[in-house]
């Protein structure tokens, strides 16, 4: 029982991105343009060779800003500045996600790759903002990303969190495997399912899944 499975957790964390607002909002693929400008910018390459570096360093380093740092020393800030302006027009207010994470016992809060700034953005458009105890962006990692056990170990100590009495809900299934490693219940949030040892739950639906856990 999907309820039961649940029972010890008070701590809930959050990814943004693809989580906590739907694919369809398309938010990601004006970041994505954004990511490829910048590239193409920083380290003077033309646009089909920036995309596949993009492509390259999320595979690689996790995000494309740890490859750029890694690889060529790009400086975390402007990069975040540009990729994050964006518009967010193709979020709506969900309200029964709201419900659904407001009956949530114990503590709530969003990590993501972006930064606490931009994610503040999307909880507000989403009408969600008021329901987290904390934000964290990549910059509280220390710009390592998800899915660096370090950059979780990171976040986790400084909200305090425990997580034998932790779960994960998260998009990209590689960041679910140090929350799964650490002893966290870890949940898919995705259109399609992915048979992993690391990943308990699956879902395409998160106030619906949420819902079951009242």
């Known amino acids: 029982m999907v309820k039961a499975s649940f029972a010890h957790v008070t701590q809930w964390v959050f990814d943004l991105d693809n989580t906590l607002y739907p694919p369809a909002a ?23 060779e920036a995309d596949r570096l993009r492509k390259h360093y999320w595979l690689e380093h996790g995000t494309t800003l740890a490859g750029l740092m890694d690889v060529h020393g790009v400086d975390p800030g402007p990069y975040l500045t ?14 029964a996600l709201e419900a659904a994470i407001a009956a949530l016992p114990g503590r709530r809060i969003v990590y993501t790759n972006g930064t606490a700034a931009y994610a503040g953005r999307v909880l ?56 799964h490693a650490m002893g966290m219940r870890t949940v898919h949030v995705a259109p399609e399912p992915l048979l992993a040892d690391h990943i308990h739950h699956h879902t395409d639906d998160l106030a619906g899944f949420l819902t079951l856990l009242r």
């Open 124 to 179: 507000e458009a989403r009408g969600l903002a008021h329901l987290f105890d904390a934000v964290y962006g990549v910059e509280n990692a220390g710009f390592r990303p998800k899915p660096e056990r370090a950059a979780f170990e990171a976040i986790f100590a400084i909200d305090g969190i425990s997580p034998d009495t932790a779960a994960m809900f998260e998009d990209d299934p590689r960041n679910l495997s140090a929350p």
């Open 82 to 95: 540009h990729v994050h302006d964006i518009s967010f027009d193709g979020l709506e207010v969900d309200v």
């Open 26 to 48: 398309r938010l990601f693929d004006q970041i994505e343009i954004r990511m490829t400008d910048f590239v193409m910018e920083a380290i003077g390459v033309d646009r089909a």
